[in-house]
């Protein structure tokens, strides 16, 4: 299950994400769900089957958690640059750095 404490060891596709801040003006307020990721960026499936490619080192995501049973959906903002490795590689990585 993805909580607040695993987010940046997890999987990204198949969540809800928006960018919350950013260097780049107009990708703030970017939203849709991650179709697919690389080590420097997310892609979102915007609106009808659009795809863009969103930056991960100059954005703050926004990422909708899943709802357990019988609570609400969480939201969790996440730095991009404290994700910007492989997904493969990214839980190695992320464990540490909180070493």
Do not use: Q, W
Not at 32 to 44: C, H, I, M, P, Y
Not at 46 to 69: M, Y
């Amino acid at each position: 299950m993805i909580t607040r404490e695993n987010i940046l060891i997890h999987e990204f596709i198949g969540l809800r994400a928006c960018v919350v801040k950013s260097t780049c003006k107009n990708l703030i307020g970017a939203r849709g769900l991650v179709v697919d990721e690389t080590k420097n960026t997310l892609v979102l499936e915007v609106r009808d089957g659009a795809e863009k490619r969103i930056p991960k080192k100059v954005c703050v995501f926004r990422f909708e958690l899943p709802a357990e049973k019988g609570n609400r959906k969480e939201t969790v903002d996440v730095d991009g640059a404290l994700i910007c490795y492989a997904p493969e590689n990214r839980p190695k990585k992320v464990r540490l750095m909180k070493r």
